[in-house]
């Protein structure tokens, strides 16, 4: 068994799927499937069991695949080491577009002043799921997005951040905005169907109103743009307020506050040292 297969059976069993995990892998599904039978061949045991459209873990695969996440965490553990006194260790954060901001200019230089000896790159997110991803996938050692996230991962809660209102200038709101002003007002929203679009819709729902969905779609870094444009409101973190202002547009909060929990996020895993101390940092800090 080497270091690839392991890779192999750990996203196999954390996806459920063949398809899903080829592509967190970004190998074809056929060459996944094929590698995973030459492993049980290998073995001598059968590690994955077809179910529906899906896999199951067998008893045997649990313990395989136990061991076979404690060895990848070691690799990873020894390649973060400094290599001969010179090299950098370095810990990947995964972060959505909104959060960034408060990463970069809050809690890396807290980090970084006591740890100047870790190289911190950032892994940039197309949202909340692009984050879990990034973790379940191991190019990230943490995530900061906000809750919630799915139970494979730990949480470690840092704020609670401010919904606003961003608008094209020249809207006749008040400020704060009634949340009763969000009936028949024209929105950017994601796509239907998505996490993140029922979660505003259950906001909506309770607060009865109805907006227009202008605009839907995923690809964040297009929504200012969009209100720029003019064609429509968005409803986003605080976080973004700065970004948005720069861009000639007008933030207003809500009436009633609206807050989201932000936290940081791993994998239910040992840590590496470096970003053992990241969440120490962090939970003395503010991702504001």
């Known amino acids: 068994m080497n270091l690839q297969q392991l890779r192999y059976v750990v996203a196999t069993a954390e996806h459920r799927t063949m398809t899903d995990a080829a592509r967190s892998l970004y190998i074809a599904?056929?060459?996944?499937?094929?590698?995973?039978?030459d492993l049980e061949r290998e073995l001598g045991m059968t590690l994955f069991a077809r179910s529906g459209r899906g896999v199951v873990v067998t008893a045997q695969g649990r313990r395989v695949v136990k061991l076979a996440k404690e060895a990848l965490d070691a690799v990873r553990e020894?390649?973060?080491?400094?290599?001969?006194?010179?090299?950098?260790?370095?810990?990947?954060?995964?972060?959505?577009?909104?959060?960034?901001?408060g990463l970069a200019g809050r809690l890396l230089p807290a980090y970084s002043a006591e740890h100047p000896g870790v190289r911190v790159h950032i892994v940039r997110c197309d949202g909340r799921d692009g984050v879990v991803n990034a973790i379940r996938d191991q190019r990230a050692d943490l995530g900061l997005t906000d809750l919630?996230?799915?139970?494979?991962?730990?949480?470690?809660?840092?704020?609670?951040q401010e919904i606003v209102l961003i608008s094209p200038p020249g809207m006749d709101l008040p400020n704060p905005v009634p949340m009763s002003r969000l009936n028949g007002m024209r929105l950017v929203l994601p796509i239907p169907g998505s996490a993140r679009r029922r979660e505003?819709?259950?906001?909506?729902?309770?607060?009865?109103?109805?907006?227009?969905?202008?605009?839907?779609?995923?690809?964040?870094?297009?929504?200012?743009?969009t209100v720029r444009s003019g064609a429509a409101s968005l409803l986003w973190y605080r976080g973004m307020a700065e970004q948005a202002t720069r861009a000639g547009l007008v933030v207003r909060p809500l009436d009633p506050s609206?807050?989201?929990?932000?936290?940081?996020?791993?994998?239910r895993r040992r840590l590496p040292a470096i970003a053992q101390e990241f969440l120490s940092v962090a939970e003395g800090g503010s991702a504001a």
């Open 200 to 225: 505003f819709d259950a906001l909506f729902a309770k607060y009865g109103v109805t907006p227009v969905p202008t605009v839907q779609l995923d690809e964040r870094g297009n929504w200012l743009n």
């Open 29 to 37: 599904q056929p060459a996944l499937s094929r590698a995973i039978r």
């Open 78 to 101: 020894i390649e973060a080491l400094p290599s001969h006194g010179h090299s950098e260790a370095e810990l990947r954060i995964a972060s959505t577009p909104s959060l960034e901001p």
């Open 148 to 160: 919630p996230v799915p139970a494979d991962l730990v949480s470690h809660p840092l704020e609670r």
């Open 258 to 267: 609206v807050r989201r929990v932000i936290a940081i996020v791993h994998a």
